[in-house]
């Protein structure tokens, strides 16, 4: 086996295993940002903190009983999951996590694949994952997971339109799809940040984004005051679970993806190295989601629709014309 395979097996490990951890550790972190936005403490029993809190829960979601509705079609069913897992995962592929590192006088980029077309893949894979929320609903012989799936079919489609619109314009000013040629583009500083050239369309994917990511305000494929958890209601354990790691190992993901677009990636930032640049920035954007959810009420289906195909589709279609504009003058 070659050392090119070798290293590509290493490096999908670790990803894995990192960001199957963040997902598990982004729901501690999301209680304790929302109960400091509640005036409450959150988890503070298990471990120092409570920092142990989201390891008693995987604990006591992965030993429930995993238990198939009657009604269900049950290959389907244990198939949706799958596909949410996967389809995070994989999506990760071309992203250019840091810059290269050396690890006993071997020089490693920690990226699994640079592709030449890496945020359409990004996208691409990351759109797959409509099918997880879509066939779980479908599948559980529920109204309300029916519901579910309609609002997914619906809600994700529009708005991955949206989020392809939305990047077209820096793809226009960087001339690749490569996540690595985006981040090398803003390298000259501060001030070459996509977000400075591009704030409309940063806006736009932004709020794509979140609702392509099932948050707050735009939660809506399990809005527990309407159709109780969704896709999700009849599932449990430890496919419950691997649903909501896939979601926050995604959000974490979209975080990396947004910082490299539009906020220099792992460029040094004046006296902070690249490495620290790029954590703090998904840390930032992690955190914005989670002050969304503490701070937006939920939206109605139609204000949502009429928001992505009166305002936010009209706005990216304005911004794709008047950079192509600006580029041919």
């Not at 894979?125 to 997880?132: K, R």
């Amino acid at each position: 086996m070659s050392g090119f395979v070798i290293e590509t097996i290493v490096k999908i490990l670790v990803v894995v295993l990192v960001f199957s951890f963040l997902g598990g550790f982004g729901t501690y972190i999301e209680r304790k940002v929302l109960a400091r936005f509640q005036r409450r403490l959150g988890p503070s029993y298990v471990g120092p903190f409570g920092l142990l809190q989201f390891l008693a829960d995987g604990v006591k979601l992965f030993t429930k009983e995993d238990i198939c509705p009657q009604g269900a079609n049950r290959l389907i069913f244990m198939l949706a999951p799958v596909i949410a897992m996967m389809s995070a995962f994989i999506a990760m592929a071309p992203i250019p996590f840091f810059g290269d590192i050396e690890i006993f006088g071997l020089r490693v980029s920690p990226i699994i694949s640079d592709i030449n077309v890496g945020l359409l893949f990004f996208l691409s894979v990351g759109a797959v994952g409509i099918y997880a929320p879509l066939l779980a609903g479908l599948s559980s012989g529920s109204k309300y997971s029916l519901l579910g799936a309609a609002r997914a079919c619906v809600q994700l489609l529009s708005f991955e339109v949206v989020s392809v619109l939305s990047v077209l314009p820096p793809l226009m000013l960087v001339g690749s799809l490569s996540l690595v040629a985006m981040n090398d583009y803003q390298a000259g500083g501060f001030f070459d940040w996509l977000i400075f050239k591009q704030p409309l369309a940063f806006i736009i994917f932004l709020i794509a984004s979140y609702a392509e990511l099932n948050r707050t305000p735009f939660d809506l494929l399990e809005h527990e005051a309407e159709i109780v958890a969704g896709f999700c209601t009849e599932y449990s354990g430890l496919k419950w679970g691997m649903f909501f790691v896939a979601e926050y190992a995604h959000l974490f993901a979209f975080a990396f993806v947004i910082s490299l677009i539009f906020c220099g990636g792992y460029a040094p930032l004046w006296f902070i190295p690249g490495g620290l640049a790029i954590v703090l920035k998904v840390c930032f954007f992690v955190f914005l989601a989670m002050w969304a959810r503490a701070t937006f009420p939920h939206i109605r289906p139609d204000q949502l629709m009429s928001m992505c195909w009166k305002v936010l589709l009209p706005l990216a279609l304005l911004n794709l014309a008047f950079t192509g504009v600006i580029m041919l003058l």
